[in-house]
């Protein structure tokens, strides 16, 4: 089944799915993830002072505030673990050392009790559920593909209750990650649809790099700060209530 989605005065014609980014397009998670990059870099600085302050402009953290845009905002674990390895790195250790550093320290912040993604830690947008809710009543596959794990992704659907909308839960669990197009592929794969019929909705510029590369039916760029400019967007809107099927 295939129907026309419409965005402001843009129509997607033909579409039986659409691939949701997670964190700053579904969920609103900046301020968690601010918590997360900061106890990560505390961490690492108590074992190799100094190396705090250059970990959290690497994160994309200044001030006290996440770039939307940054390196913990839209890149995988395995990316940022990958960055700080690097950092620890430049202080002479060598690369396995840096490496165990770095994946100890975030191992430990994961299974930490104090700082956990919860609806509260980590809310959905106001829109989000009842967008979802429409799109999956009209017949239109729905899936997310996020730069976070496939269990984080799965754990998400959950928390919030939104199996009955959700056809795919897919994170980043390899070397393979944003915006390589085989990731929009392999979605596409699961849910049962080719590309060329199936949305891709995201705030970052990878995730509308990735729906260029693997020709996607379109993609909607979700700007919700001023800021913000995704220029390989075929739209850019400011809520996903705006996504409307005809």
């Known amino acids: 089944m295939s129907i026309a989605i419409a965005c402001q005065d843009l129509i997607f014609n033909n579409i039986t799915a659409i691939i949701f980014d997670k964190d700053g397009t579904l969920e609103n998670s900046l301020v968690f993830w601010r918590e997360v990059g900061t106890e990560r870099a505390r961490l ?3 074992q190799i002072p100094g190396v705090g302050e250059p970990l959290l402009m690497a994160f994309g953290i200044q001030d006290n505030i996440l770039d ?5 905002a839209v890149g995988s674990r395995i990316e940022n ?4 390895a690097a950092y620890i790195a430049e202080t002479g250790r060598s690369w396995y050392e840096a490496k165990k550093i770095a994946q100890e320290a975030f191992a430990e912040i994961s299974e930490s009790k ?5 609806p509260k830690s980590a809310p959905l947008f106001p829109e989000v559920k009842e967008t979802l809710k429409s799109l999956a009543n009209k017949g239109v596959k729905l899936g997310i593909l996020s730069a976070d794990s496939t269990k984080e992704v799965t754990n998400f ?16 669990d ?8 085989r990731l929009f592929i392999q979605a596409c794969q699961a849910l049962g649809v080719v ?5 891709m909705v995201g705030d970052s510029q990878l995730d509308i790099a990735m729906g260029v590369a693997a020709g996607s039916a379109g993609k909607i760029g979700v700007c919700r700060s001023g800021n913000c400019r995704l220029s390989q967007a075929d739209i850019q809107i400011a809520s996903l ?6």
């Open 44 to 46: 690492i600085d108590a």
């Open 68 to 72: 939307p845009t940054g390196l913990m």
């Open 81 to 84: 673990e990958i960055a700080a």
């Open 114 to 118: 104090y700082l956990t993604k919860t």
């Open 157 to 172: 659907v959950a928390s919030h209750q939104l199996e009955d909308y959700i056809q795919l839960n897919m994170g980043v």
């Open 174 to 181: 390899d070397a393979i990650t944003k915006p390589d197009p």
């Open 195 to 199: 590309p060329s019929q199936a949305l």
């Open 241 to 246: 209530s705006e996504i409307q099927t005809l």
